[in-house]
C-alpha cells in the first residue's frame, strides 16, 4: 500500500470510529444524563451522576481528538479504556457475540482494537499530529517512523488503557451493590 493510500486509510478510520464515539457521547448528553446516571447506577457503578458526565465528556473528547487525529495515542488509550470498563460493567455477562440478548462483548472488544491499532500505526499523515509535528509518548522517532517506535507507542497506549479502565473500575464499579439494592428493597 502506498503512503497516501495508507494515510487514507487510516483517515477513515480515524474519522469513522472517532465520530461514532463522540455521537455516543453527545447522545447521553441531548437525551438528559438522568438516564445515563440512572443506569450506571443499576449496573453497579458508584458516584453514577458523576460517571454519567464522565463517560459522556470522555466518549466526546475522545471522539473529537480521533477525527483531528490529534494526541491521537492519549485518544487511543482512552478508546482502549472507555471500551474495556463497557465491557467490564455492561457486556461481558452477556457473552461475546453482540446479537446475544443484552448485546455480548464482540463489538467493544472491535472498538478497543481499533484503539490500540491507532496506538501502534499513529494517526497518519493526514492529522492534526502530524502537520504540529508532534512525536508520541514512547516514540522515539515521530508518531509513524520505524516499527520499534510504533511498537513501544502502541504498548504505551495498551498500558495506559488498561490501567485507566482497572483504576476506574476500582475506584467507582461494586458489581454487587446493585443487587444488595434490589434484595433489601424486597425484604
Keep these: ?86 465491557i467490564t460493567v455492561a457486556h461481558r455477562k452477556n457473552g461475546y457475540f453482540i446479537f446475544k440478548p443484552g448485546q455480548g462483548w464482540e463489538y467493544c472488544a472491535a472498538i478497543a482494537v481499533v484503539g490500540f491499532v491507532l496506538g501502534l500505526t499513529g494517526p497518519g499523515n493526514w492529522s492534526l499530529d502530524d502537520t504540529f509535528g508532534r512525536t508520541a509518548i514512547g516514540s522515539t522517532s515521530g508518531l509513524t517512523n520505524g516499527s520499534t517506535s510504533g511498537l513501544m507507542t502502541g504498548a504505551f497506549v495498551l498500558g495506559l488503557g488498561l490501567i485507566s479502565s482497572a483504576l476506574q473500575l476500582a475506584v467507582f464499579w461494586r458489581p454487587n451493590s446493585s443487587k444488595k439494592k434490589s434484595s433489601k428493597a424486597s425484604s
Excluded at 463522540?22 to 441531548?30: I, L, P
Excluded at 437525551?31 to 463517560?55: D, V, Y
Design 1 to 86: 500500500m502506498s503512503g497516501s493510500h495508507f494515510d487514507l486509510a487510516l483517515f477513515v478510520l480515524r474519522v469513522a470510529f472517532g465520530a461514532s464515539i463522540a455521537y455516543h457521547g453527545y447522545n447521553k448528553v441531548s437525551r438528559g444524563l438522568k438516564g445515563t446516571a440512572s443506569w450506571f447506577a443499576n449496573i453497579g457503578m458508584r458516584q453514577p451522576k458523576l460517571q454519567a458526565r464522565f463517560a459522556a465528556s470522555t466518549e466526546m473528547i475522545v471522539g473529537v481528538l480521533l477525527c483531528l487525529g490529534l494526541f491521537t495515542e492519549l485518544a487511543s488509550a482512552g478508546l482502549i479504556a472507555l471500551m474495556i470498563v463497557a
